[in-house]
């Protein structure tokens, strides 16, 4: 299945972006898992970092985010999106080299909630560009809810994502040890 097609059918378009990327980000975790356009994982597998690969030309720059739209399930919308990872200037696809607006978080699906989406969303930026986002570090949830990709796309014009790749998360043993260590 094409990275649209998955992105449509399974209503990341529209829930989290209006239109889908058309390449692929390649998501392989320390654990050993393949991230693979909405397999299921768990979060044990995804609590680490993972190794990220994508099509980029060498001399621009690219954000990349990893967001969970699924967090909040009730009728106010603008509480859905959590992001978990937040990376900006990366130069080509040099993660490592990025700027990070928000450390890196695992899936931590609040047991009762059912199956979320975890989706990564890479955008081509116009150039480099100076972010005026609170920097957080991978223990720190504050300003983590309430995101919205679309309007941080907008906010810094970004235009449409140029890959994208996501996996489906639900409970297990790790999510309370997670989030002892975020103070939750």
């Known amino acids: 299945m094409s990275v649209a097609s998955a992105f449509q059918s399974s209503?990341?378009?529209p829930d989290v972006i209006p239109t889908p990327p058309s390449k692929t980000i390649e998501l392989t975790y320390p654990s050993g898992v393949v991230a693979q356009q909405g397999n299921e994982l768990t979060p044990t597998q995804v609590k680490n970092q993972p190794n990220v690969s994508f099509e980029a030309d060498s001399n621009s720059y690219y954000t990349l985010i990893f967001?969970?739209?699924d967090n909040y399930d009730g009728p106010e919308k603008v509480y859905r999106e959590w992001h978990h990872w937040l990376v900006v200037n990366i130069p080509g696809s040099d993660v490592s080299k990025g700027e990070v607006l928000s450390g890196y978080i695992g899936s931590g699906p609040p047991e009762g909630t059912g199956?979320?989406?975890y989706v990564y969303i890479?955008?081509?930026q116009?150039?480099?560009l100076s972010f005026d986002e609170t920097r957080l570090t991978n223990?720190?949830?504050d300003g983590r809810a309430a995101f919205s990709t679309q309007k941080f796309a907008e906010k810094?014009?970004?235009?449409?994502?140029v890959a994208g790749n996501f996996y489906r998360a639900q409970f297990d043993d790790y999510v309370p040890l997670l989030y002892k260590s975020l103070g939750v």
């Open 139 to 141: 223990t720190s949830i």
């Open 115 to 117: 199956i979320h989406r």
């Open 122 to 124: 890479l955008y081509k």
């Open 67 to 69: 967001t969970d739209p």
């Open 11 to 13: 209503k990341i378009v």
């Open 126 to 128: 116009p150039g480099k």
């Open 156 to 161: 810094y014009n970004l235009g449409a994502p």
